[in-house]
């Protein structure tokens, strides 16, 4: 039941430390008697702190992974701490990339592991020695020999319905404004996280957010940031970065192409804009997948449209993802305004008429900020997700009458109506 739960996939991994320790009790309690009251009390615990757990909290550590596939990537350029005579080793500097965006996956399995922190501030030591820039290219990995793409195995769509008989199931996702996440999962929410946040995070493209805090309310902060990885995917596309930043929406990718991965006379990438500076839409047609980067005000926003076979094909070690799961418990902000200030609740009404979720992420932003302009984000990402959700009632997601509570407030309150019941019967 726990593992086949989304949402409790992205709790936060402090909760399930406990439940490891009292495995490792329970295993090493050796023949001493334990009371009857005691097992009870432990299986309670443990019941409860489960459902506020992610199960992949007590997977291994795979900083040693980490470490193996560095030192593979750097004996191929022919000695370990490969830069030689070249400080910008334009290789060297991608597996470093590569060694970091590895060690940031595995970090909540990680934080209590000595190796997996002296590699973090190794890499931090190694990218200063040998002047590499944090952003930018990693190491291609290294991918056993596939027999050639044929046909239109590089356009997604059309190899998908030539496979299955029908077109591809689409999912949304959108993060703007204080910001606020709508989720692949349809589910809303409004969050406090501060500094660099994976989005997207796959086997085909890693997307990373940074925010920052803003000079309105005292939880208020902003998207400042936002980096786009495709990744290396056989004949079809060569890995790009695209990144944009709070006075800059570049309508190129971070090496100034506008255009990557050509076949058959069509670009597998292509990046094009209706407002340069402020706007750009990235289309991956080798993977089914639109990604719009806007900046709206003083914050950047992003809206991204992808098929469900794509979105889903992460590993255990990529569980942190915005756009999947949502933002750690301890991050999420609960409020529902259900008196809202009158002038906030005109305003809004007047640019969003139907009350759903861009509706009271307006309301929020504009009696945390003050600004009246914080209105335009929940505006632009609801055109968004008009453009890229095709059946049209899936667009306004509503709130519920709790203020749009998460589903696992009413798994845990079933869960613990249902340990009760287990305990009584002993």
């Not at 992205?10 to 406990?18: C, D, H, M, N, T």
């Not at 936002?226 to 060569?238: G, H, P």
């Amino acid at each position: 039941f726990v593992n086949n739960s989304p949402m409790l996939r992205g709790a936060s991994v402090q909760a399930v430390l406990p439940v490891c320790l009292w495995m490792g009790m329970a295993a090493s309690a050796g023949g001493g008697r334990i009371s009857h009251t005691t097992w009870k009390q432990i299986l309670s615990i443990v019941s409860m702190l489960l459902i506020f757990s992610a199960p992949s909290a007590c997977a291994q550590c795979r900083i040693l992974r980490c470490n193996s596939d560095f030192v593979a990537a750097t004996l191929e350029m022919g000695a370990i701490g490969g830069a030689g005579k070249d400080p910008v080793n334009t290789r060297y500097c991608s597996a470093l990339r590569s060694y970091a965006l590895c060690t940031q996956r595995t970090a909540r399995a990680c934080r209590g592991d000595l190796a997996y922190h002296s590699a973090v501030q190794g890499i931090e030591d190694l990218l200063i020695q040998h002047r590499c820039p944090k952003s930018g290219p990693t190491a291609q990995p290294r991918t056993p020999p596939q027999p050639p793409i044929s046909g239109d195995g590089c356009f997604y769509e059309k190899a998908f319905q030539q496979r299955e008989g029908r077109s591809p199931e689409y999912l949304h996702c959108g993060v703007f404004g204080d910001p606020h996440i709508r989720t692949f999962l349809e589910e809303f929410q409004t969050c406090a996280v501060e500094g660099a946040w994976p989005l997207v995070d796959n086997q085909y493209m890693y997307i990373q957010a940074t925010s920052t805090a803003s000079r309105g309310g005292s939880y208020a902060t902003v998207l400042t940031k936002i980096t786009v990885i495709f990744n290396y995917w056989r004949e079809c596309a060569e890995q790009q970065v695209y990144q944009a930043e709070l006075d800059n929406v570049p309508p190129a990718f971070a090496d100034g192409s506008v255009t990557s991965g050509d076949r058959r006379g069509h670009h597998s990438l292509r990046v094009q804009t209706h407002d340069p500076g402020r706007h750009a839409e990235i289309r991956a047609s080798h993977i089914g997948t639109t990604v719009v980067v806007r900046q709206v005000g003083r914050s950047l926003s992003l809206s991204i449209s992808s098929p469900r076979a794509i979105v889903e094909s992460y590993t255990p070690e990529q569980d942190l993802q915005l756009c999947v799961w949502g933002c750690p418990f301890s991050q999420r902000l609960e409020r529902s305004y259900t008196h809202p200030a009158m002038a906030a609740h005109t305003h809004c009404s007047s640019v969003l008429p139907v009350r759903d979720v861009y509706f009271q992420a307006c309301l929020f932003d504009l009696q945390e900020t003050g600004d009246v302009n914080s209105s335009a984000s929940a505006v632009v990402a609801l055109k968004d997700a008009r453009s890229m959700i095709s059946d049209p009632e899936r667009v306004h997601l509503l709130m519920d009458g709790a203020g749009n509570q998460p589903p696992s407030l009413v798994l845990v309150l079933a869960f613990s109506v249902l340990t009760e019941s287990f305990l009584h019967s002993f």
